[in-house]
Antibody, heavy 121, light 107 residues
Framework: EVQLVESGGGLVQPGGSLRLSCAAS????????MNWVRQAPGKGLEWVSY????????YYADSVKGRFTISRDNAKNSLYLQMNSLRAEDTAVYYC??????????????WGQGTLVTVSS | DIQMTQSPSTLSASVGDRVTITCRAS??????LAWYQQKPGKAPKLLIY???SLESGVPSRFSGSGSGTEFTLTISSLQPDDFATYYC?????????FGPGTKVDIK
C-alpha cells in the first residue's frame, strides 16, 4: 500500500525556518517524481515545488522561489522541503504528492495526510 | 501562468441528481486536465486525469470531458459520499495550477 507521511510542521515566527519531511513507503520511491502542494486554511490548493526522480530537475512556484528548497534522499525513501524566510502567507497545510506517471509531471495520484505550518508571531 | 476558473463555486444538490461542474483554462491545455475530490480535513483524491480518463477505483458515475480550454466533470447520480469540494487542475505546463474549487453540498 502506498503511504506518504509528512512531518515537521508547527508554529514558527515570521522570518524563521522549518524543514518538512515526507516518508514514503509501499512503492519504489526512487522511480517517482514528487511534489509539495499546500493549502491555506479555508482556501484552495497551490502547487509549491517539483523534484524529478533523480533530483536533477527541480521547479518552484514563484511565490516560494529563493526561499524554499526541495530535496530527496532515495536511500531513505524521503522527500524534504526546507522553508526559509517564512511569511504569514506561507501558513498552510503542506502535502507531499506523488506524480502518477513517470515523465508526466503534475498529475498527483497519492497524497500524504498533510502537515500544518503556521507562521505567526 | 495558466489561470483556471470553475463554475459554480457552490452547488446545492440532492441525492440522485445529475451534477455538472465546469472548468476553464486561460489558454489551451490540450487534455492535460485532472479533477480531484476533497473532503474536510482530508487530502485531495484523484478522480479523473487526461480530461476524461477515470482513475482506478473511482466509481463510474464520475466522468470528465472537454479539451482545449473548457472542461466538465459530471456526476451522473449524486451519492451521499459525493458531497465534497471538487478541484480541476492543469498539468500542461509549470506552474501547475488548480481551479478555486466547487463545493457540492446538500440541498
Amino acid at each position: 500500500e502506498v503511504q506518504l507521511v509528512e512531518s515537521g510542521g508547527g508554529l514558527v515566527q515570521p522570518g524563521g525556518s522549518l524543514r518538512l519531511s515526507c516518508a514514503a513507503s509501499g512503492f519504489t520511491f526512487s522511480s517517482y517524481e514528487m511534489n509539495w502542494v499546500r493549502q491555506a486554511p479555508g482556501k484552495g490548493l497551490e502547487w509549491v515545488s517539483y523534484i524529478s526522480s533523480s533530483g536533477s530537475t527541480i521547479y518552484y512556484a514563484d511565490s516560494v522561489k529563493g526561499r524554499f528548497t526541495i530535496s530527496r534522499d532515495n536511500a531513505k525513501n524521503s522527500l524534504y522541503l526546507q522553508m526559509n524566510s517564512l511569511r504569514a502567507e506561507d501558513t498552510a497545510v503542506y502535502y507531499c504528492a506523488r506524480d502518477r506517471i513517470r515523465g508526466v509531471a503534475g498529475l498527483f495520484d497519492y497524497w500524504g495526510q498533510g502537515t500544518l505550518v503556521t507562521v505567526s508571531s | 501562468d495558466i489561470q483556471m476558473t470553475q463554475s459554480p463555486s457552490t452547488l446545492s444538490a440532492s441525492v440522485g441528481d445529475r451534477v455538472t461542474i465546469t472548468c476553464r483554462a486561460s489558454q489551451s491545455i490540450s487534455s492535460w486536465l485532472a479533477w480531484y475530490q476533497q473532503k474536510p480535513g482530508k487530502a485531495p483524491k484523484l478522480l479523473i486525469y487526461k480530461a476524461s480518463s477515470l482513475e482506478s477505483g473511482v466509481p463510474s458515475r464520475f466522468s470528465g470531458s472537454g479539451s482545449g480550454t473548457e472542461f466538465t466533470l459530471t456526476i451522473s447520480s449524486l451519492q451521499p459520499d459525493d458531497f465534497a469540494t471538487y478541484y480541476c487542475q492543469q498539468y500542461n505546463s509549470y506552474p501547475f495550477t488548480f481551479g478555486p474549487g466547487t463545493k457540492v453540498d446538500i440541498k
